[in-house]
């Protein structure tokens, strides 16, 4: 077989390992943070919930940051500082958390400021990776390579997370500082080494290319010329709708695990890893029925996007229904791991969408299609996780308890992913798979 222009395997895998390093570092920030907050600091839900919703808001320059990086031709700046800038964040919003047991306004200050780090950190890192990808990848291996990078980057949280939970217990502020310190330092340096080189090894980008870009429409101008494709606007709007709803669950099975089944910081840490590896299996399930037999059902990209927000939604109203029947810690893990598998399928299915968008229309704009992207996610993932903790807050100042509080949110979440259901069926792209006789590359193919 003619090897395929571009970045090769090896390299794929070294841009997978710098989502790998991001991905151990955020979960951090979403679980144990989160976590210790609202359990160990007695804070209400909406705090944690505001923290995270800001790393996500300042991610609305994601168009800015891809932009940037089409404009100057090299991704790897973007990744390096980004990952640097992630990993001072973690570091701060860890101090931060530690200092608010004692001065909760200087506490939050901080945490305040390392939050805003983190989304800076992981929106220019994390898009600039993708963009990567997509303009230096053969389209005939663009999803493949979507997807083997976007499970690299579980790969991080779940091996991440409960790693972290182990050495967090006996919890301690300074304990918590000590793990969040050295995982940030070791992704930093991992990130750094994995993509050291990989853009002078793949065949340099046309240097006419180049000058296009810096000739070309101000950022304002290639924002406004991306949103004109009709495929870009639909499938940002079926982004924003399932990661809303996806956001909305990240902040509460945590909290809840502490508050309804009494588990340690330890635990429900590790409960994030356990979910995180059922995002992982549930990606690599697709993959494998996708190569395996493919064909226009198996194959087909809309299929398995319906297939995962329609699970994602039984599953947490699944998780709702473990604790409301009292049904005890296995069954609320077991919930947790049909979720995160769930979560992959879903997953898996937009990235491959997302990756064969990004190379398709208006040429030389793959960071600003993906910034585009990034930010609809980003908004909408902060805006799902403050309205979750909201709504949770103010269940239980109404006199609901703890329980019935997370499990009326858990349901409103079901709801949410079955309209995200709904409109996969519209704004779901065709391509790779559908109609088409030729054989099907792992489920990434196709994937968001």
């Known amino acids: 077989m003619r090897a395929e222009r571009g970045l090769g395997w090896l390299s794929i895998v070294r841009l997978g390992l710098a989502q790998t390093a991001l991905g151990a570092i955020v979960v951090l920030m979403t679980s144990t943070i989160n976590r210790v907050m609202v359990v160990e600091l007695a804070l209400p839900a909406v705090v944690p919930g505001l923290l995270v919703a800001s790393h996500y808001a300042v991610q609305i320059f994601r168009p800015a940051w891809g932009y940037g990086s089409d404009v100057g031709g090299r991704r790897t700046p973007w990744i390096v500082g980004g990952m ?11 101090v931060g958390t530690a200092l608010a047991a004692n001065s909760l306004p200087l506490g939050l200050s901080v945490a305040a400021v390392a939050f805003l780090l983190v989304g800076i950190g992981a929106g220019a890192a994390g898009t600039s990776v993708l963009a990567l990808l997509a303009s230096r990848v053969a389209p005939g291996r663009r999803a493949a390579a979507a997807s083997v990078v976007w499970m690299m980057m579980i790969l991080g949280f779940a091996v991440s997370a409960p790693l972290a939970g182990h050495f967090l217990d006996p919890f301690s502020n300074a304990r918590l500082i000590e793990v969040t ?23 340099a980008t046309n240097a006419a290319q180049g000058a296009a870009h810096r000739a070309s429409s101000s950022f304002a101008g290639a924002l406004a010329e991306v949103w004109r494709e009709p495929a870009a606007r639909r499938f940002t709007t079926f982004i924003f709708v399932s990661m809303l709803a996806y956001g909305a669950q990240e902040l509460l099975i945590e909290p809840f695990a502490g508050l309804v089944f009494g588990m340690t910081p330890g635990s ?26 493919g064909g226009r059902i198996l194959g087909s990209l809309r299929l398995w996007t319906m297939a995962g927000c329609a699970a994602s939604a039984a599953s947490l ?64 993932y902060g805006t799902g996780g403050v309205a979750a903790t909201v709504l949770v807050d103010l269940g239980r100042g109404l006199g609901a308890t703890p329980l019935l509080a997370y499990a009326l949110v858990f349901g409103l979440e079901a709801a949410l992913f079955l309209v995200a259901t709904a409109l996969a069926r519209s704004s779901a792209p065709r391509p790779v798979y559908e109609g088409s006789t030729a054989p099907v590359r792992p489920a990434l193919s196709a994937q968001s």
């Open 268 to 293: 429900t840490t590790k409960l994030a890893g356990l979910q995180h590896s059922g995002v992982l299996a549930g990606m690599i399930g697709v993959a494998i029925a996708a190569t395996a037999i």
């Open 84 to 94: 640097a800038t992630l990993a001072i964040g973690a570091i701060g919003a860890a």
């Open 181 to 203: 310190s050295t995982v940030a330092a070791v992704a930093f340096v991992m990130s750094a080494l994995a993509v050291w080189g990989v853009e002078d090894k793949a065949e």
């Open 317 to 380: 109203a699944g998780i709702a229904a473990i604790g409301l029947f009292a049904l005890g810690p296995d069954a609320f893990r077991a919930g947790v791991f049909a979720l995160g598998l769930s979560n992959g399928v879903y997953a898996v299915a937009a990235i491959g969408s997302m990756m064969g968008l990004a190379g398709a229309g208006t040429a030389s704009r793959e960071g600003t299609r993906m910034g585009l992207w990034g930010a609809a996610q980003a908004i909408a």
